[in-house]
C-alpha cells in the first residue's frame, strides 16, 4: 500500500488501515529507523481501558451502564445489584 510524505513531513496511514486497526486521531506511534530508506512505525500501547465506556454502553440491557458526573467521587457511587 503506497502512501506520500507531505510538504509538513506527514505521512498519512490509509483509511483501511485505520479502520482496522481501530487507530483514532491522536493515537501515538514510535518511528524507528531499521536501514537506509527503511522505517517501522509501531503503535504506542493504548491504555488497558481504552473503549471501555463504549463496550460499556453496548451492553444490550438498556440503562444497564450509566456515566457518572466527574464531580462525584467513588464513594457517591451506588454500585448495582448484578445477581
Given at each position: 500500500m503506497k502512501t506520500t510524505i507531505s510538504s509538513k513531513g506527514q505521512i498519512v496511514l490509509p483509511a483501511d488501515l485505520r479502520r482496522e486497526d481501530g487507530v483514532e486521531p491522536g493515537d501515538q506511534f514510535e518511528v524507528e529507523r531499521v536501514d537506509e530508506g527503511e522505517y517501522m512505525l509501531r503503535r504506542v500501547s493504548a491504555r488497558p481501558n481504552r473503549g471501555?465506556?463504549?463496550?460499556?454502553?453496548?451492553?444490550?440491557?438498556?440503562?444497564?451502564?450509566?456515566?457518572?458526573?466527574?464531580?462525584?467521587?467513588?464513594?457517591?457511587?451506588?454500585?448495582a445489584d448484578l445477581g
Open positions: 471501555l465506556v463504549t463496550l460499556l454502553r453496548a451492553c444490550p440491557d438498556d440503562d444497564w451502564f450509566v456515566p457518572v458526573d466527574r464531580e462525584e467521587t467513588t464513594d457517591d457511587v451506588s454500585v
